[in-house]
Structures are given as C-alpha cells and as structure tokens.
T-cell receptor
Framework: AQSVTQPDIHITVSEGASLELRCNYSYGATPYLFWYVQSPGQGLQLLLK??????LVQGIKGFEAEFKRSQSSFNLRKPSVHWSDAAEYFCAVGAVTGGGNKLTFGTGTQLKVEL | NAGVMQNPRHLVRRRGQEARLRCSPMKGHSHVYWYRQLPEEGLKFMVY????????ESGMPKERFSAEFPKEGPSILRIQQVVRGDSAAYFC??????????????FGQGTRLTVV
C-alpha cells in the first residue's frame, strides 16, 4: 500500500525567503505525485504534478518540485515566498485504480509567513 | 467550465439523523472520488465511483455510509444515523479518464458536517 510522509507539521519563513517543504512517499511502482494547497475553509488547489519525464516540474504561483526516485522524495520549493503563500500544503501519491487515480495524502505542512 | 460543485457547504445534523452530501463533477469528468478530512489531519480516501458503478470503496466505513453516482444527477454521499465522530470536512474530486489513470483530480470546496 502506498503512503506519504510530510515530516514538518509547521514551518515558518520570512517573506522573501526561500522555501522547501519535504515529502517522502512509499509506492511499489512508478508513482504519480502531486502537491496541493489548501487555504482555511477552502478546497484543495493543485500546484503541480509529476507523471513521467523531466524530474523537475514547474507549477503555478512560482512553485516547483523535484522527483528523486533514489530518495523516494518529491520536495516542493519556492525561491521567494509571498505572504499570500501562507496555507496548508499537502503532498499526495496516486494509485492507478480502474483507469482513475486514487490519492493518498500526507498529513500536511502548515506554512506561516512572517512579514 | 464550472469546477466541482459541492452542496451544501455547511451541514448541521443532530445525532441519529441522516446527512446527504452532493457533488457535481466537472463537465465531461466520469470519475468521482470522496475524501474525508478530520480536524488536524490530512485527507483520507473513502470511495471512487464511475457512472452507476462503485469502483473502490476500500476507505468507506462498513456501516452507515453509502455512495452513489447515478446515470443522471450528482454523486451522493449518504451517512445514516450520524454520530459526533462523523463531524469532518468531506471533499469530492473528479477526473477525466486518462491513459493508465495518470490524470489530475480537481477538488470541490467541501462540505463541512457538524454533528451536534
């Protein structure tokens, strides 16, 4: 069975500083990997996804993530954080099921941005 | 193209009542997923449906919970005889059928169920 670990529950960074959120996964085959962001009281918005090909993927809002098979990691990065990036971030791995894509989520990392 | 629509956004039920949560997928999407988010936790998969079929319900509690996705109309997640532990945010997502399932899921805003 697949699993996702996000080791940092809370992270605080200053506005303008760089950001890296960690994600490790466990999955028996080539994974489909995702990062979602959730603002308070809202649904999830997809930031970026990895299916195959280039291991460095670019997403929306200036985010990027790098798939490292040897480390089973898919860390999310942003070179300069904005105050509006404060939210909860979820890493997820997808399992192919009957043509669809069932997601297993990590427990999330709450990002706080100090002005 | 409207996104995934869930209603109601907020639902309050007394213990023992029934809760019905609705989800209209994005236009053209044939796959619907339901997830539950308990306070301070990540999302947990509950059930995956295609039109008129339950494909995977491995995350669904065995009792009181059921889901359907009829040929016409929205997907419904039904919780009978609710208990306080059912209080959570329930999210619906939909996706297209992609090659080998490698397609992203789009999430609705969620229904926040409170059992009093």
């Amino acid at each position: 069975a697949q699993s996702v670990t996000q080791p940092d529950i809370h992270i605080t960074v200053s506005e303008g500083a760089s950001l890296e959120l960690r994600c490790n996964y466990s999955y028996g085959a080539t994974p489909y990997l995702f990062w979602y962001v959730q603002s308070p009281g809202q649904g999830l918005q997809l930031l970026l996804k990895y299916f195959s090909g280039d291991t460095l993927v670019q997403g929306i809002k200036g985010f990027e993530a790098e798939f490292k098979r040897s480390q089973s990691s898919f860390n999310l990065r942003k070179p300069s954080v904005h105050w509006s990036d404060a939210a909860e971030y979820f890493c997820a791995v997808g399992a192919v099921t009957g043509g669809g894509n069932k997601l297993t989520f990590g427990t999330g990392t709450q990002l706080k941005v100090e002005l | 193209n409207a996104g995934v629509m869930q209603n109601p956004r907020h639902l309050v039920r007394r213990r023992g009542q029934e809760a019905r949560l609705r989800c209209s997928p994005m236009k053209g999407h044939s796959h619907v997923y339901w997830y539950r988010q308990l306070p301070e936790e990540g999302l947990k998969f509950m059930v995956y449906l295609q039109k008129e079929n339950i494909i995977d319900e491995s995350g669904m509690p065995k009792e009181r919970f059921s889901a359907e996705f009829p040929k016409e109309g929205p997907s419904i997640l039904r919780i009978q005889q609710v208990v306080r532990g059912d209080s959570a945010a329930y999210f619906c997502a939909s996706s297209l059928q992609g090659p080998r399932g490698g397609t992203e899921a789009f999430f609705g805003q969620g229904t926040r169920l409170t059992v009093v």
